[in-house]
């Protein structure tokens, strides 16, 4: 039986448009997931689109250097608004 995802954030794009982080398994291996999904009920359920990217746990620090770096680069420039 497939694991369910653990959520770790959602972010909201639009009323109808969400980008969801998550761990997800596949072939009994664990990834981050970044997907963003869809609503037509309100929010009552969520769809995943093919928009997204899965990384695998070895990226991970690769993935996390890159955020910190884009994080100070806008927040200086920010600054400088």
């Known amino acids: 039986m497939a ?3 653990k959520i770790l954030a959602t972010i909201p794009r639009s009323a ?3 980008l969801q982080i ?3 398994s596949y072939k009994e291996k664990k ?3 970044m997907r963003i999904y869809y609503t ?3 929010g009552a359920n ?3 689109t093919k ?3 899965t990384v695998s746990p070895d990226n991970l620090p690769l993935l ?3 955020v910190e770096e884009a994080m100070q680069e806008l927040l200086s420039e920010l600054e400088e608004e």
């Open 64 to 66: 996390k250097d890159a």
């Open 16 to 18: 109808t448009e969400q």
């Open 46 to 48: 969520w769809l995943p």
């Open 51 to 53: 928009k997204g990217v």
């Open 3 to 5: 694991e369910e995802a």
């Open 22 to 24: 998550s761990i997800n």
């Open 31 to 33: 990834y981050l997931d």
């Open 40 to 42: 037509t009920d309100d």
